[in-house]
């Protein structure tokens, strides 16, 4: 499908990208400024996530290299996650032209909801206790149950992955906040990588749009990632509430109006 935009159209997407990145970077959650902007720009449904995936990969990558660059994601230690985010992310892709996802819809504002409100009351529920970082790995059942399920949510849908992986990932494994972020972006990566080839070979990638919105979405995960490790939890924690309550309302208007 080709569609002609106008030169102001591109600058807004080019904008919407940079500001999406930078949050994906810090919290995850870019997708909900970046998809409906596809949307709105009459991109058809399956199209703007697929499209969508595709800028996503630019920056999930991004973010992940610049965690690792500063030792905050040890790849050798994650290796059952990543087999299990990857079998995840493809079943979840293909869930996606197979069933009705209404009930999903009406269920994950709930979820997310949930998440807000136990990051809010709970002091650690950002890790702010844990300042030691990881030295070996942690439970192959822990990172296969985890990666099974974050995996294939993202390929199926993907509203709040950033917030669920770097929540479930402190809780699970005992990391450091940073840490956690480093492994959501990793883990991320893997998941819109293995989407946008599902997506791909199913016709559903805009490459022009994807690709002009991602190279945005690469300098602000550049950013959001530098942002997040110079200034940590007083910056992330209020950045991370903020985004996951307006995830939870965008999807809660678009489940029940």
Same mark, same amino acid.
Request: with cysteine; aromatic share 10%.
């Given at each position: 499908?080709?569609?002609?935009?106008?030169?102001?159209?591109?600058?807004?997407?080019?904008?919407? @990208?940079?500001?999406?990145?930078?949050?994906?970077?810090?919290?995850?959650?870019?997708?909900?400024?970046?998809? $409906?902007?596809?949307?709105?720009?009459?991109?058809?449904?399956?199209?703007?996530? #697929?499209?969508?995936?595709?800028?996503?990969?630019?920056?999930?990558?991004?973010?992940?290299?610049?965690?690792?660059?500063?030792?905050?994601?040890?790849?050798?230690? &994650?290796?059952?996650? *990543? !087999?299990?985010?990857?079998? #995840?992310?493809? /079943?979840? %892709?293909?869930?996606?032209?197979?069933?009705? *996802?209404? &009930?999903?819809?009406?269920?994950? $504002?709930?979820?997310?909801?949930?998440? +807000?409100?136990?990051?809010?009351?709970?002091?650690?529920? /950002?890790?702010?206790?844990?300042?030691? *970082?990881?030295?070996?790995?942690?439970?192959? +059942?822990?990172?296969?149950?985890?990666?099974?399920?974050?995996?294939?949510?993202?390929?199926?849908? @993907?509203?709040?992955? @950033? =917030?669920? &992986?770097?929540?479930?990932?402190?809780?699970?494994?005992? !990391? $450091?906040?940073?840490?956690?972020? #480093?492994?959501?972006?990793?883990?991320?990566?893997?998941?819109?990588?293995?989407?946008?080839?599902?997506? %791909?070979?199913?016709?559903?990638?805009? &490459?022009?749009? #994807?690709?002009?919105?991602?190279?945005? /979405?690469?300098?602000?995960? =550049?950013?959001?990632?530098? %942002?997040?490790?110079?200034?940590?939890?007083?910056?992330?924690?209020?950045?991370?509430?903020?985004?996951?309550?307006?995830? =939870?309302?965008?999807?809660?208007? +678009? =489940?029940?109006?």
């Amino acid at each position: 499908m080709e569609l002609l935009l106008e030169p102001n159209q591109w600058a807004i997407l080019a904008v919407i @990208g940079l500001i999406a990145g930078f949050i994906d970077a810090v919290v995850g959650g870019g997708g909900l400024l970046s998809i $409906p902007t596809l949307l709105t720009f009459g991109v058809p449904p399956h199209l703007a996530l #697929g499209t969508n995936k595709l800028a996503a990969c630019f920056s999930s990558t991004t973010s992940c290299y610049t965690y690792y660059k500063q030792q905050l994601f040890t790849p050798k230690f &994650w290796k059952p996650a *990543a !087999l299990a985010t990857l079998v #995840g992310a493809i /079943m979840g %892709s293909l869930l996606v032209f197979l069933i009705n *996802a209404d &009930w999903l819809e009406k269920l994950l $504002p709930i979820l997310i909801i949930l998440i +807000s409100a136990y990051t809010l009351i709970s002091p650690q529920a /950002m890790g702010g206790n844990i300042t030691q *970082a990881p030295t070996t790995t942690s439970t192959k +059942s822990k990172q296969i149950s985890q990666g099974l399920l974050l995996g294939g949510y993202d390929g199926f849908a @993907g509203p709040g992955i @950033g =917030a669920f &992986w770097t929540v479930t990932s402190i809780q699970l494994h005992k !990391l $450091p906040l940073l840490h956690s972020c #480093g492994l959501a972006r990793a883990m991320t990566s893997i998941s819109n990588i293995t989407a946008l080839v599902i997506f %791909s070979l199913l016709g559903h990638v805009n &490459w022009l749009l #994807g690709i002009w919105m991602g190279l945005s /979405m690469m300098a602000g995960a =550049a950013i959001g990632a530098k %942002s997040a490790i110079r200034f940590g939890i007083p910056f992330i924690k209020p950045l991370f509430i903020v985004i996951v309550i307006a995830i =939870a309302g965008q999807l809660s208007w +678009s =489940a029940w109006s």
